[in-house]
């Protein structure tokens, strides 16, 4: 089946530093999505990307849609403890019916 | 207004047992997904409901997994008989459109034992 790639599977930092992950595919999509998801919750959209080449920020979270379609990546900025969660990218191929293709995740944790 | 609610939280089943796991969506939202994690590994599609209709079961991985959606609200989702493979985090999600934002529910962790 089809498959996101995404890097890296986790990431150890310092509050204050700025964090980066992606997503690849050989696959085209039409849309790009970020989740977050903390213990005991189901993921929660945090970015939601349209158009290639599109660049779009809510808050310290900067995500983009790469100009291939093939890709995308989120970054965010100056990190904090509770940004702590699995970050999981999705996407839509072109053609699909409304269902998501997820990559495996990245586990975010934040030292104080 | 109540996000999707999904039950049990937790289920803890011996091999060859029957669970049924519900999803609540959210009210009014005509689209209905379930996906499944299995541990370390990616939320993988199981399918999808537009009202009480199949649009897409092409991820339901055998004929042990059975989806239903009567009368188009809430949704049921029974593995019979299951298997050790089955364990994982069950997640509902549902949408007003296809393609509008889907909203998920806290997930039922299932494990076969």
């Known amino acids: 089946g089809q498959q996101l790639n995404q890097s890296p599977q986790s990431m150890f930092i310092q509050e204050g530093e700025d964090v980066s992950m992606n997503c690849t595919s050989s696959?085209?999509?039409?849309?790009w999505l970020w989740y977050k998801q903390e213990p005991g919750e189901g993921p929660v959209l945090l970015i939601a990307?349209?158009?290639?080449?599109e660049l779009t920020s809510n808050g310290r979270l900067t995500a983009q849609f790469g100009i291939t379609r093939k890709d995308s990546f989120l970054n965010i900025s100056a990190s904090i403890p509770s940004d702590v969660g699995i970050y999981f990218c999705a996407g839509r191929l072109i053609g699909s019916q409304g269902n998501l293709i997820f990559g495996k995740g990245t586990k975010l944790s934040v030292k104080p | 207004e109540a996000g999707v609610t999904q039950f049990p939280s937790h289920s803890v089943i011996e091999k060859g047992q029957t669970v049924t796991l519900r999803c609540d969506p959210i009210?009014?939202?005509?689209?209905l997904y379930w996906y499944r994690r299995v541990m370390g590994k990616e939320i993988k599609f199981l399918l999808h409901?537009?009202?009480?209709?199949?649009?897409?079961e092409s991820g339901m991985p055998n004929n042990r997994f059975l989806a239903e959606r009567t009368g188009g609200t809430y949704s049921t989702l029974k593995v019979q008989p299951a298997e050790l493979e089955d364990s994982g985090v069950y997640f509902c999600?549902?949408?007003?459109?296809?393609?509008?934002?889907?909203?998920f529910g806290p997930g039922t962790r299932l494990t076969v034992l």
């Open positions: 409901f537009v009202k009480e209709s199949k649009q897409d």
């Open positions: 999600a549902s949408s007003h459109g296809a393609y509008n934002e889907q909203f």
């Open positions: 990307l349209y158009k290639a080449g």
């Open positions: 009210s009014g939202h005509d689209n």
């Open positions: 696959s085209i999509f039409n849309t």
